[in-house]
Nanobody, 114 residues
Framework: QVQLVESGGGLVQPGDSLRLSCAAS????????MNWFRQAAGKDRELVAS????????RYASFVKGRFTISRDNAKNTVYLQMNSLKPEDTAVYYC???????WGQGTQVTVSS
């Protein structure tokens, strides 16, 4: 059974940093691409970043490029999203996604406000 558990969200001020983690289980993590999505209140869920199984291919949405970094530790079955220079418009619930299985985590709330 595929399980994805996000952590690391919280309330921060503009310009601060956060690191989100997603612990995966129930599948061969090192063979699976992973995504981070986010969904702000009243808006559609949108792709933030993706990373291939070996980290050889990484992609970012234009609105986070240069500020966010996706990475993974296959030995720990964990994917990360380092978020720097946070803006109020980054406020959303952030979700981990395993596209091969169509599985989602429960989400972690990130709120950027002064």
């Amino acid at each position: 059974q595929v399980q994805l558990v996000e952590s690391g969200g919280g309330l921060v001020q503009p310009g601060d940093s956060l690191r989100l983690s997603c612990a995966a289980s129930g599948f061969t993590f090192g063979s699976a691409a992973m995504n981070w999505f986010r969904q702000a209140a009243g808006k559609d869920r949108e792709l933030v970043a993706s990373i291939s199984d070996s980290s050889g291919t990484i992609r970012y949405a234009s609105f986070v490029k240069g500020r966010f970094t996706i990475s993974r530790d296959n030995a720990k079955n964990t994917v990360y999203l380092q978020m720097n220079s946070l803006k109020p418009e980054d406020t959303a619930v952030y979700y981990c996604h395993a596209p091969r299985f169509g599985s989602w985590g429960q989400g972690t709330q990130v709120t950027v406000s002064s």
